[in-house]
């Protein structure tokens, strides 16, 4: 079900959303975390897993969100295609704010409106 979702973010983030990205390899992830540490642009990255059912709950959420904050970055990082980038990710999904280059905010679990509140406290 998330591959699903997932591919249907990708659809939309060729198309619309150019403020969300989907890290698919360690790599992706290094880069975008380099690019967001160098930056002074507010961001958010979902680390999310596909076997995860909250995490597959709260994606389209997230993805519809980055609509409404289009001065943020949305990042969302499957840890099982980032498996050594993500090893300090314990808990799924977890949401993790940078703002001038530093990680400022972190938060567990899902809950749209609280996701919602937290990223307006970041924009």
């Known amino acids: 079900m998330a591959n699903g979702v997932i591919m249907s973010i990708k659809k939309e983030d060729d198309?619309?959303?150019?403020?969300?990205?989907t890290a698919?390899?360690?790599?992706?992830?290094t880069n975008i975390l380099n690019t967001i540490k160098s930056s002074k642009f507010p961001a958010v990255i979902n680390y999310g897993a596909s076997w995860c059912h909250v995490c597959s709950?709260?994606?389209?959420?997230?993805s519809r969100l980055s609509n409404d904050f289009p001065k943020l970055s949305f990042i969302y990082a499957d840890i099982d295609e980032c498996p050594e980038t993500t090893q300090h990710i314990r808990y799924t999904p977890t949401f993790q704010f940078f703002r001038?280059?530093?990680?400022v905010d972190e938060m567990y679990g899902a809950g749209e409106e609280r996701l919602r509140d937290r990223l307006w406290l970041h924009s």
Do not use: H, M
Not at 15 to 21: E, G, H, P, Q, V
Not at 57 to 62: D, H, N, Q, S, V
Not at 100 to 103: L, S
């Open 24 to 29: 698919s390899t360690d790599d992706d992830l």
């Open 100 to 103: 001038d280059g530093q990680k």
């Open 15 to 21: 198309n619309n959303l150019s403020n969300f990205k």
């Open 57 to 62: 709950k709260i994606l389209p959420a997230f």
